[in-house]
């Protein structure tokens, strides 16, 4: 059985190498939705797959990170970089260009990472990350599944070398949750939300 979760943000971004100078030329940003399919064949012991009431967790806090900031790409220029750092508190860089596709890989390797950490608490059995859906507009989307998330031929993403600003940190309800994703340290989920 597939469940389904909608969070939205607002973020900027520049696209380069893109074929749409806008894109790739000029800061634009975008209302994201981003739908988190989640999958098992068993129900728990409330008799849901996932408890959407758990996604309001590190899910949710590791997508709003993006809300209202900016998203950088690590091989962009030094002096571009710097200067957004410089005008905005709220900033994510990626190993990787900001676009839908890479959104939704990015999204998918860090909530496959969130659920494979999670201490379930109600049953919940053999739980996985179906897909990422990444809306960037009304009318297009990137999806993204297992095999996209780990492909090399899309590019290796370490989690590692993704970079939240210390703002961004601070609103996190664990403020070290990306230190602990990165460490795989087990994360405590509460049994009631």
Known sequence: MLIRKLFKFENAHIVRNCS???CSENIHGHSYKVEVIIESNYLDNGQMVYDFGLTKLYIKDIIDSFDHAITLWSS????????????????ITLPVSPSAEQFSRIFFLIIEKILHLSTLQNGEREVSLNSIIVHETETGYAQ??????HSQ???AIKLEDIEFSPQVQKEWSNSDIWKEILNNTPLKMPKSV
């Open 144 to 149: 993204c599944f297992h095999k996209d998330a």
């Open 153 to 155: 031929l899309m590019g």
């Open 20 to 22: 749409t100078r806008r």
């Open 76 to 91: 962009d220029s030094k002096e571009y970089i710097d200067a957004m750092k410089r005008y905005s508190n709220r900033w």
